[in-house]
Each structure stands twice: as C-alpha cells, then as structure tokens.
C-alpha cells in the first residue's frame, strides 16, 4: 500500500512552501533579536540559498518516514521526482556551493596555499558537531534499548565522526535512519577537499605555466567525472566532480563583468526558473541532463540575482548561516517523531500530516540556531586562530636600493 498521492501530494506541496516561508520568519526575528549573520553576502546569494536546501531535504525525509513508518515501504528514494529532488537535488547544489567557495583557495596554485590551514579549518567547522550528534544519536539508541557502549562503540564513534560510514551503534541496526542517513554527503566533501581541492590546484599550477586559462582545469573536472559516471568506473568518488566542478566554473563567469551582470538581470532568473521546472518534474536527480538547469540556476545565484528578493531576505541569511545543522540534525527530529511519537502520527490522517512540516522546519531552525552560538561558531572561531598561528611567518621583503 501507498500514500494516497493525490491528497497527500498536494498537501506535501502546500505545507512545505509553508515550511519555508515559517522558517524565513523564524531566522528574521532570530536576526531582529541579534542573531550573528556576515557582514554583506560572501559569494552572491548562496547565503540565502544554502538554508532553503537544508529545509528541503528535511521535508524530503520527512515523505520517506511516512513511507517507512506508516505503510511499511522500504528506506528509499522517493518515486515522484521532485520530492526526490528536495533531497538529492539540494545535495547537488551543496557540492556546487563548496565548488565555488573553494575554487579561489585552488587559483592561488598547489604551492601557494597553506593546506594546514585549510584542514585544520574543515576539521573544526564539520567535526564538532558532527561528534555531538553521534553523542545526541547514541543517546536515543540507549533510551530506546537499553543497550550501553560496548568494545566496538569506540570504532563506530571513528566511522560516523569520520563520515566513513553509519555503522551499527551499540548493536542497532537502524542506526543510520536516525539521523536520516545524511553522512554520505560529508564524506564526499571531505573527498573534495583532500584530494579534488588539492589535484585542482596543482592542475591551475600547471595550466599558468603552459598558458591555458584557469577554466580549463574544471572543465576537465567536469568532462572526466561526467564520463566516469556514465562508464561507471572509479566507484562514486568521481561521481560528484561535475557538481564540484559546476561551482568552479560558475566562479569563473562570474568573475568576468559583463557575464556576472546577466546572469543577476531579471531575464537570467525567468530564463533558470523555467529551466528548473522540467529538471526536478522529470528527472530524480542532477546527475542527468537535469544538470545543466541546475548549474544555470547556481550561476544565477552566485553571480547575486535575487530571484524576486527570495534568497535576500534577512531571514533566510539566518537559516543560511544554520544550514550544516538543519541537514545533520533534522534527521534525529523526525526519527523521534516517527518511532518514539508513533501515536501523534497515526492519530492524523495522511492529508493532515505535512502540517507537521512547518512545525518541525520552525522547530529545527530554533535547535541548530542553539547549537550554531554554544558548537559550531565557536569550534569554528578556534579553528581559524588554530591555523593562523601555525601558518608560516612571511619573509620579510628585501632591502631595496636607495
């Protein structure tokens, strides 16, 4: 048995934009009573649009609990593609964000950067608090089991913390479900950065020395891992290169005046909406030719086109600056709801549920605003004066000739 989809479809529908615009007004009224967000955007409105991503894969979760929960069906992806795109869809454009936001570090070529620096940097921006919500997830699992740390805890604590994997914790076997399986992104990123990030800054090293422009070095990113996934070979690492490789080469048109002030004009935003329609109404993912809709639309967005002023409102800075703990800790929330609170969701009938969505999406982005000041900013903070300190002190500049 299914969810009715028509009733149930249109509701999802409805109450996840509703989700959206509650959590914008949540983060404004987060930002009136003082809430920390950057000074000015940092690359176009991708602040604005980071928080939007995090608030869809938690309404794209919350659809396949109520597969899980209610009617038995499997842990899988979603059958109507743009519910699966909330989820994998977003997942893309995160990957492009990072492409983008780490190209310069690459630009400066593999001998000019200080890669201490940069590690130590990811390490205390994603690995606190992912280390809390392995602590906030074994702690579920000893509630509901009774079970306690064993000789192999120490291992999955390496694993999960890594990103590695989601191992069995304490012996549960659906451990992973409790945060809603999300580490499989992490751990693609942390490929990105020690070993994509690094040949990509060797590449630009190269290209300056026989005098090929920058550009060339993603899209020879983009064409190898675009082939290897349609050959199939090289496992997933390869995979998600074209995504990286996207927000690498949206800094690259960006970079040039005349290109960023078209894709920011009013006809680039009307020309990448109605481009997105088909891509996340016909395909599952951005891995299809779906892809170049998406990699438009993130130009749009890095080069600062407002989309009408959606990805500018001062709310959604907020739950922009939030975004890392909205994706790793939604999942924890519904898994309580839909395991541990299993009479709330079977009292409501399937149309009535996604009202829940707004409460939850409210919810969550009043939790990660918490653990943002008390975990993330401050671990973050740390580790950039961490990295500072070790970096090399500069030569001095020699004398000059009077």
């Given at each position: 048995m299914?969810?009715?989809?028509?009733?149930?479809?249109?509701?999802?529908?409805?109450?996840?934009?509703?989700?959206?615009?509650?959590?914008?007004?949540v983060g404004g009224a987060l930002r009136r009573g003082g809430f920390p967000v950057p000074k000015g955007p940092r690359y176009g409105n991708i602040d604005g649009l980071r928080g939007f991503l995090a608030l869809s894969v938690l309404s794209h979760h919350f659809?396949?609990?109520?597969?899980?929960?209610?009617?038995?069906?499997?842990?899988?992806?979603?059958?109507?593609?743009?519910?699966?795109?909330?989820?994998?869809?977003?997942?893309?454009?995160?990957?492009?964000?990072?492409?983008?936001?780490?190209?310069?570090?690459?630009?400066?070529?593999?001998?000019?950067?200080?890669?201490?620096?940069?590690?130590?940097?990811?390490?205390?921006?994603?690995?606190?608090?992912?280390?809390?919500s392995f602590l906030l997830i074994s702690l579920v699992i000893a509630l509901r089991t009774g079970a306690r740390p064993d000789a192999s805890y120490a291992r999955a604590a390496i694993e999960w913390i890594s990103a590695h994997r989601e191992v069995p914790i304490m012996g549960y076997a659906?451990?992973?479900?409790?945060?809603?399986?999300?580490?499989?992104?992490?751990?693609?990123?942390?490929?990105?950065?020690?070993i994509l990030l690094p040949a990509v800054a060797l590449g630009l090293q190269l290209a300056r020395a026989v005098r090929l422009p920058s550009w060339t070095v993603p899209l020879l990113v983009l064409i190898v891992g675009a082939a290897a996934h349609l050959a199939r070979v090289g496992g997933n690492m390869p995979t998600f290169w074209p995504l990286f490789a996207a927000g690498m080469l949206a800094y690259e048109l960006c970079a040039r005046d005349a290109v960023r002030r078209w894709l920011a004009s009013r006809t680039a935003a009307v020309l990448a909406t109605l481009a997105m329609v088909p891509a996340v109404?016909?395909?599952?993912?951005?891995?299809?030719?779906?892809?170049?809709?998406?990699?438009?639309f993130f130009c749009c967005?890095?080069?600062?086109?407002?989309?009408?002023?959606?990805?500018?409102?001062?709310?959604?800075?907020?739950?922009?600056?939030?975004?890392?703990?909205?994706y790793l800790?939604?999942?924890?929330?519904?898994?309580?709801l839909f395991v541990d609170a299993t009479p709330i969701v079977r009292g409501l009938p399937p149309a009535a549920l996604p009202l829940l969505i707004p409460v939850l999406a409210a919810l969550i982005v009043l939790v990660t605003a918490a653990t943002y000041l008390l975990i993330e900013r401050p671990a973050w903070r740390f580790g950039k004066r961490l990295g500072e300190r070790l970096r090399p002190a500069a030569a001095p500049a020699p004398a000059t000739a009077p």
């Amino acid at each position: 048995m299914s969810l009715p989809v028509d009733t149930f479809t249109l509701s999802f529908l409805f109450f996840y934009l509703v989700s959206l615009v509650g959590a914008v007004l949540v983060g404004g009224a987060l930002r009136r009573g003082g809430f920390p967000v950057p000074k000015g955007p940092r690359y176009g409105n991708i602040d604005g649009l980071r928080g939007f991503l995090a608030l869809s894969v938690l309404s794209h979760h919350f659809w396949i609990w109520t597969q899980v929960a209610l009617y038995g069906q499997p842990w899988s992806a979603a059958d109507l593609p743009f519910v699966n795109q909330l989820g994998a869809g977003a997942v893309a454009l995160f990957f492009m964000i990072t492409g983008l936001v780490f190209y310069p570090t690459a630009l400066k070529g593999i001998g000019h950067v200080f890669w201490p620096k940069i590690y130590i940097g990811r390490f205390f921006r994603i690995v606190p608090l992912v280390a809390v919500s392995f602590l906030l997830i074994s702690l579920v699992i000893a509630l509901r089991t009774g079970a306690r740390p064993d000789a192999s805890y120490a291992r999955a604590a390496i694993e999960w913390i890594s990103a590695h994997r989601e191992v069995p914790i304490m012996g549960y076997a659906d451990s992973g479900r409790v945060n809603a399986l999300v580490l499989w992104s992490l751990w693609q990123e942390w490929l990105f950065y020690l070993i994509l990030l690094p040949a990509v800054a060797l590449g630009l090293q190269l290209a300056r020395a026989v005098r090929l422009p920058s550009w060339t070095v993603p899209l020879l990113v983009l064409i190898v891992g675009a082939a290897a996934h349609l050959a199939r070979v090289g496992g997933n690492m390869p995979t998600f290169w074209p995504l990286f490789a996207a927000g690498m080469l949206a800094y690259e048109l960006c970079a040039r005046d005349a290109v960023r002030r078209w894709l920011a004009s009013r006809t680039a935003a009307v020309l990448a909406t109605l481009a997105m329609v088909p891509a996340v109404t016909l395909s599952h993912h951005a891995l299809t030719p779906a892809f170049f809709a998406f990699a438009f639309f993130f130009c749009c967005v890095a080069a600062g086109n407002r989309f009408g002023g959606v990805f500018s409102l001062p709310g959604a800075a907020v739950v922009g600056e939030i975004s890392f703990g909205i994706y790793l800790l939604h999942g924890i929330m519904l898994n309580l709801l839909f395991v541990d609170a299993t009479p709330i969701v079977r009292g409501l009938p399937p149309a009535a549920l996604p009202l829940l969505i707004p409460v939850l999406a409210a919810l969550i982005v009043l939790v990660t605003a918490a653990t943002y000041l008390l975990i993330e900013r401050p671990a973050w903070r740390f580790g950039k004066r961490l990295g500072e300190r070790l970096r090399p002190a500069a030569a001095p500049a020699p004398a000059t000739a009077p």
